[in-house]
């Protein structure tokens, strides 16, 4: 990673705390001031930073110019209002915090809270997850439409619909009861496997793997399971998830940051401690009735983990977490890895079969994902034409270099290269 890359990718994994932390001071109806605040301290920062190296304490520096910034913008705000100048100096005294914060708890928790904030009810929930997604893990529209598989523009809107509710919404409303923790689980759980799920698989250009998207998440869930309003199966199931995930880490790129496909990874590499840690937290989650998308989903990686090699896993018990997958959060993409873990089980004619009939959603069939699968599945029963024309379409398609690079690795054989 180059030295501008460097700064890019603290920069965006400091802009979400900042955030987080700034709001939590002077309210969220002071959003688009503190955001600002954020993007002038990080802009500051590139210039001075090129010029004087890089402070002792980069997030301490970021955050007292975002902090003055942010008052100096109060305080010319409170000159036309007295109750806002009341609170700007009340803010003034709780701003002022030791670069040592940076370490604390406390900050660790900002983040946290302020998910809880944004998924408060009060906006539609694909507006909260939009708005999470942007202003406090720094994803850009471009990554969050693309994740979410909608336009720009709608991504846009979902953000701009989120922010509008927010700033009316009260000071305090970083104080929340345990019926509100517990209300909006489910929706934090989501925005924090989403950030996770950006990390394993990026659609960021510069990189294909952000590994430093993958331990923020493991770290906010894992902050999430050890609270009182945390401590549920649906959490425990994410975070044994994610460690399984984490594990094949290091066997899933290259020396030159390509991506490797599953059966080609070599498994010595695989994290056999994260493994563990995994099952360790699969067993937590299976208390109670509920089945949640991370149980099925921790089900399928644990799978993966445990097996010998690619061809010895037990593919039945994959297609079979895949289908419970459908039942518990219907989706046109688990039936489409279902039928990838079917093609392994009783081979490709019988994957095709899973789809037979089956009409995606027009956001799929233009997705790299619906063409590499019908091309890889038509190739294998020798159905050259067809494949060809699928593996174009899935390479037309591609986000990424590094994901185009798979496909290529995954699709060019004898026949249809």
């Not at 942010?70 to 305080?75: C, F, Y």
């Not at 038509?378 to 798979?406: E, F, M, V, W």
């Amino acid at each position: 990673m180059t030295a501008p890359e460097r700064i890019e990718h603290f920069f965006r994994h400091e802009y979400g705390k900042l955030v987080a932390t700034l709001l939590r001071r002077v309210g969220v109806q002071h959003l688009e001031i503190v955001e600002d605040s954020v993007q002038s301290a990080l802009m500051a920062g590139v210039e001075s930073w090129a010029i004087n190296g890089l402070p002792d304490n980069p997030s301490a520096w970021l955050y007292k110019v975002a902090s003055n910034k942010l008052m100096d913008e109060l305080r010319q705000r409170a000159g036309h209002d007295r109750l806002l100048l009341q609170h700007a100096n009340e803010s003034i005294d709780v701003l002022e915090i030791p670069p040592e914060y940076f370490s604390s708890k406390e900050l660790q928790d900002d983040m946290l809270r302020m998910l809880f904030v944004c998924c408060n009810g009060v906006a539609p929930i694909d507006s909260q997850l939009v708005f999470a997604l942007k202003s406090l893990c720094g994803f850009s529209i471009q990554e969050i439409a693309q994740r979410l598989f909608i336009s720009e523009a709608n991504a846009y809107k979902r953000f701009s619909r989120s922010r509008t509710y927010l700033k009316e919404y009260p000071l305090d409303s970083w104080e929340l009861n345990h019926g509100e923790y517990s209300s909006r689980l489910s929706s934090v759980n989501k925005v924090i496997y989403l950030i996770f799920t950006e990390g394993y698989l990026s659609v960021n250009h510069e990189m294909s793997i952000r590994e430093e998207l993958c331990e923020e998440a493991i770290r906010l869930a894992t902050l999430l399971a050890n609270h009182k309003s945390g401590e549920m199966p649906e959490t425990f199931a994410l975070l044994a998830l994610m460690h399984l995930h984490m594990a094949r880490m290091t066997a899933r790129q290259d020396s030159s940051g390509g991506l490797i496909l599953l059966e080609q990874q070599d498994r010595s590499l695989w994290d056999k401690q994260k493994i563990q840690t995994g099952l360790e937290w699969l067993e937590k989650s299976s208390y109670g009735d509920n089945l949640s998308r991370y149980h099925a989903e921790a089900g399928i990686a644990a799978e993966h983990c445990l097996a010998v090699s690619f061809h010895e896993t037990r593919w039945d018990k994959v297609a079979e977490n895949y289908l419970l997958l459908e039942q518990v959060i219907p989706s046109a993409i688990h039936r489409l890895n279902r039928a990838v873990a079917v093609a392994e089980w009783r081979g490709p004619a019988a994957g095709l079969d899973v789809l037979q009939g089956f009409e995606p959603p027009s956001w799929l069939t233009g997705s790299y994902q619906w063409s590499a699968v019908l091309a890889d599945l038509h190739q294998r029963c020798g159905h050259t034409r067809i494949a060809k024309g699928y593996r174009d379409d899935a390479l037309n398609s591609a986000p990424t270099p590094a994901i185009k690079q798979l496909l290529l690795r995954r699709l060019t054989v004898d026949g249809i290269d």
